[in-house]
């Protein structure tokens, strides 16, 4: 099965910690490539904000960080924002594919 | 930066070609990637062309109707999109590759993409 499956939605209150997980399968997550995130707000393009599993691009705040294990990984954001209401997107490469992979990804809404 | 063009309204069965344009990194060092997004949906990887514009990989739902190409000397990649079908209705996005004269599979840097309407 490729493709990499996200929940739709997630809500936090502002200044709690939310998680988004991320699920794929051997092809993908599972053969070892690393996975990334990408957070994209209402209107923009998207911006990477977690690559290789757990490493922040200059400029990240560190609230947000991320992990894998097996076939899945997850990104936490803690001391959530109104500014960090947006998409957010897992991708990595897929060996079955030949090719890269999205996430079906997830709204976070900041109550 | 990035910054695509050549996006438009087409009928179905017809052809465009987009554009995108590079800037502020040796655009001869990094491969290059064009990635979608329907309205009002989530991502979906479409094409990627290597460094040196030798290897070129393409999504399933694209694979044989469009073809990408790279010209270093304008800092240009292009994707040449023919056969197009209602379904190839989305904002594409121009994409850089991290890796240096590597394949890394993730990107740093995106343009603000052109819309292709198929109707």
């Known amino acids: 099965q490729s493709g990499l499956t996200q929940p739709p939605s997630v809500s936090g209150a502002p200044g709690q910690r939310v998680t988004l997980s991320c699920t794929g399968s051997?092809?993908?997550?599972?053969?070892?490539?690393?996975v990334h995130w990408y957070q994209q707000l209402p209107g923009t393009a998207p911006k990477l904000l977690i690559y290789?599993?757990?490493n922040r691009p200059s400029g990240v705040p560190d609230r947000f960080s991320g992990s894998k294990s097996g076939s899945s990984a997850s990104l936490a954001i803690t001391g959530l924002q109104a500014e960090d209401e947006a998409d957010y997107y897992c991708?990595?490469?897929?060996?079955?594919?030949?090719?890269?992979?999205f996430g079906t990804g997830t709204k976070v809404t900041v109550l | 930066q990035l910054v695509e063009s050549g996006g438009g309204v087409v009928q179905p069965g017809g052809s465009l070609r987009l554009s995108c344009v590079a800037s502020?990194?040796?655009?001869?060092?990094?491969?290059m990637h064009w990635v979608r997004q329907a309205p009002g949906k989530g991502l979906e990887w479409v094409a990627f062309i290597d460094y040196g514009g030798n290897d070129k990989y393409f999504a399933d739902s694209v694979k044989g109707r469009l073809t990408i190409a790279r010209d270093s000397s304008k800092n240009t990649v292009s994707l040449q999109m023919s056969s197009l079908r209602v379904d190839d209705t989305a904002v594409y996005y121009c994409?850089?590759?991290?890796?240096?004269?590597?394949?890394?599979?993730?990107?740093?840097?995106w343009g603000r993409g052109t819309l292709v309407t198929v109707s």
């Open positions: 502020g990194f040796t655009f001869s060092s990094f491969g």
């Open positions: 994409a850089k590759d991290t890796g240096n004269y590597k394949f890394s599979w993730y990107f740093d840097l």
């Open positions: 051997i092809s993908n997550i599972g053969s070892g490539y690393g």
């Open positions: 991708q990595t490469y897929d060996t079955s594919l030949s090719g890269s992979v």
């Open positions: 290789n599993n757990n």
